[in-house]
């Protein structure tokens, strides 16, 4: 079989992978020379904690499962099990951390409502005020700008693998069959087409203007090495506010019974911070919904990570060396994993996994492999 994968960010390239792993012949397409989109600007979060109990949390544990072996076999992608840990203050932070690991599910996803000493036993570098802190055993993380390249490279190694950059796939052609701007017409068994937030051209040609996706737009930043390990990834309390898996009567007593900072609500913000290998800190983030997106980052939303931060870490912040931002494309019903539809004979669109995309990427391929018999 050989099938035809346009994009080259997580989601193609996984479903290279499982195509590769099977067998067969696997010809990926790429707009740019490498992919520049969501795959590369996330924070590598392979994020299990927040996630819905049910379909969305078997797919992410199923997907974490998939990149520990992956990471064994390629170490480029920097998989470790390093947890995380949301250090929480207050009574109503308390009671929504207490919620979680009382749900049915806890075991499966590693919560523990840890002391403010146990939480720095894991992670010394949590030296500033809090109560107590959940911790998440099953998350994990990965190195996002180096991933998709070390995959590339372990792919090309298999021999049944073509990767084609700096062409963009223009048309379809026929049953599987794709047309490039160079004018190559790529036929295949199987096209999927992974072309993450790029919903207009030829993704709205070919699914139509009721797409149930839409993009979402974060701002991001890294700073320069901290000088000491943080151990573990690192969530504040506005992240309990976004997550299904908090859902219920804490959560609505936290949102109704303690503001987020007006910073933080404007934004839409959460904590999120994960340790690069080079010991900088990955921190975000925002969420922008309405279009037309803003072109520029903008400070405030800085300041206030930093501040968290610093709060939760009892030292200054090093120096912010890089500030991004990058749009996700979700589906609109967020319940649903991924969008999966056969848009032409042949031809699978595959988009919409949201701020878990790179979570839980490995399983959703593994799905459309099993799916389409290859
Ligand atoms: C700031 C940020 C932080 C995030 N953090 C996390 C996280 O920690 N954990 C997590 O699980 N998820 C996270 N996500 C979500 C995750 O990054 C995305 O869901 C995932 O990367 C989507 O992958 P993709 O391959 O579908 O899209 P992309 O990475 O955008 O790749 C699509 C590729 O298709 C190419 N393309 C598009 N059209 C064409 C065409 N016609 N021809 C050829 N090529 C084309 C594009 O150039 C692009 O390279 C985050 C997202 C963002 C933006």
Redesign the pocket.
Known sequence: MRVIV???????TMHAWHAVKRGHEVVQ????SE?????L?????I?VSGRAGGEELETALRARELWESLGERVPGLGFRACGSLTPVRTARETAVAEAAVARPDAAARGYKLLTAGEARAINPALRGDFAAALWCERDAAVEPRTAQLALKQELLASGRYTYLGG???REVVGTASVRDDHGDVHTGDAVVL?????LG??VRELAGPDLPVRRVR?Q?MQTDPLGEPLTTSVADADSFRYYPAYRGEALDALNTGQAQTPTAAEHRMQLLMVQRRDGGLTI??THEYEHPFSFDTVEEPYEHLTAVVESFLGRPLPRIRRRWA????QCTDTTRVVHRQEVRDGVWLV?G?????????PAIAETTANELGW
């Not at 397409?29 to 740019?32: C, D, Q, V």
């Not at 992919?35 to 795959?39: D, I, K, L, N």
């Not at 992974?194 to 790029?198: I, Q, S, V």
Request: proline residues 2%.
């Open positions: 346009v994009g080259a960010g997580v989601v193609g397409i790429e707009r740019e992919a520049r989109g969501a795959s600007r996330n924070f590598g979060q994020w062409r963009e796939v992974a072309t993450g937030a790029w051209g030829l974060l991001m975000g983030d990058g749009v996700y494309a988009t996994p949201g701020g878990r995309g790179m979570t839980c990427s």
